[in-house]
């Protein structure tokens, strides 16, 4: 036994892998965390096809069938099971070793920086597949083979053979789902999950019979709480998105970092959608899984729109409080449209909330544009007749030059401070800021082109014209295609004025 019982080389192992697994030849060491969540694996993996390696030359594996017969029928039970548990435990743990396993506790895993963690999780999902399905799917057929037809307890032999390594492969899992939550452990824990589950009916068939029950118990007691941690973190995370208390305002109007995180962290959930159904029905009994996940997605949008409205409520100039959510609620419909969520949250859910989106930028309009247009009006103008028969007459009749040049004043005033300032703000999206544009032109530029048709002549033929009547509407078009960019603009140059 201990001439045959030497540990097996990781790249003899990596051999027996489907290549989809296989370690590139450039990779580093698997310390360097080769395999993290952000390369998820192909769903396809549980079909691939694993070549068990060959742990003791075959030709001796008679012998050693053999040998075994004559102790027991000898009386040396004892003997035969205290060599065959050492030599191939001793083994199996070298093996382990040499491939990077390590044992880790709680208190190792909770002082661990985030990228560590997450490259020995990484890790750790390899070295699962390669213990079970390569190592111990091994050690079980060997066991199998020596001690066939012999009078002995090989199932409590091989359960306690491979204790030890078993323990140190589900102990840092166990280390793992018990270390404190937060929200970028949750596709980690996902991937450990699946993983687990994955190797389910192998550690099954594995660990048969009843000296195996606590490894076969052990492991399934680490999916359970893999599932629940996972679980418990969703929850954590759904109520951090809605309590988030960041005082960073975006100054110039634009996609807050929460709706990016939070909207990636909802795309990368549908790369789970399997994982996530089998992780729901842990816990839910005769409930529709699928809708299960969209309540959840829902649930996620809905905190983020709570904390938008929250945040928005920071700004002063309410134009840019329906600026900022038009812009964030946009971002958020856009994302659900280009990825699988559109499929779970529904055409009901994108329409709702586009109909914010335009809610928001009717809004914006009418607060900003408001006192531009009222400069443009001449309905209560003081000097004006009213509705008195000689102001019909005339269109400009009723109303006196002075209130006319103070209107032109007014609308100069107002809407160079408007291009002062919401050159400054951003709307990211083309289409949208374009849009946008494209609505205020459509209400301010008949209203202006109007009004000095109407009243141009008043004050066109003064000594300064140039001092009311600053911009032709050619200019205030061109000088529209300025806002939203968040870019200073100096005040329009003289040459650009009539």
Known sequence: ??????????????????????????????????????????????????????????????????????????????????????????ALESSLRKLGVEKLTKDDVQKMQWEALEAKIGNWIHFMRIAVKLLLAGERRICDQIFDGVNFNKDQCFAEMATNSVVTLLSFGD?????????????????????????????????????????????????????????????????????DASKTIVQDGTVHPLTSYVINYVKFLFDYQSTLKLLFQEFETGSETESQLAVVTMRIMQALQNNLDGKSKQYKDPSLTHLFL?????????SVRRSEAKDILGDDWIQRHRRIVQQNANQYKRVSWAKVLQALSVQGAPGSTGSSAASDANSSSGVSRAVVKERF????????????????WIVPDQELRESLRLAIAEVLLPAYRSFIKRFGNLVGSGKNPLKYIRYSPELVDKLLGEFFEGQQYGEPKHQHRL
């Open 409 to 424: 004043k007014a609308f100069n005033t107002q809407f160079e401070e408007l291009h002062a300032k919401q050159s400054l």
């Open 1 to 90: 036994m201990s001439t045959y019982s030497k540990p097996i080389e990781p790249d003899r192992l990596f051999d027996c892998l489907p290549k989809s697994l296989r370690p590139s030849k450039d990779d580093n060491e698997a310390d360097d965390g080769d395999d993290n969540h952000a390369e998820h694996p192909s769903k396809g993996l549980e079909t691939a096809v694993y070549r068990t390696p060959t742990l003791v030359p075959p030709r001796v594996l008679p012998l050693m069938n053999d040998i075994a017969q004559q102790l027991v029928q000898g009386g040396n039970q004892q003997s035969c099971y205290k060599i065959y548990r050492d030599s191939r435990g001793s």
């Open 326 to 334: 038009m812009n964030n609620v946009h971002y958020m419909v856009r």
């Open 175 to 243: 280390a793992v789902a018990k270390s404190k939550r937060s929200p970028e452990k949750l596709f980690v824990l996902l991937d450990m999950y699946e993983v687990m589950r994955e190797l389910q009916s192998e550690i099954e068939a594995i660990f048969e019979g009843k000296p195996c029950s606590e490894m076969r118990e052990a492991a399934l007691g680490l999916t359970k709480r893999l599932a629940q941690t996972a679980q418990e973190t969703f929850a954590d995370f759904e109520e951090a998105v809605e309590k």
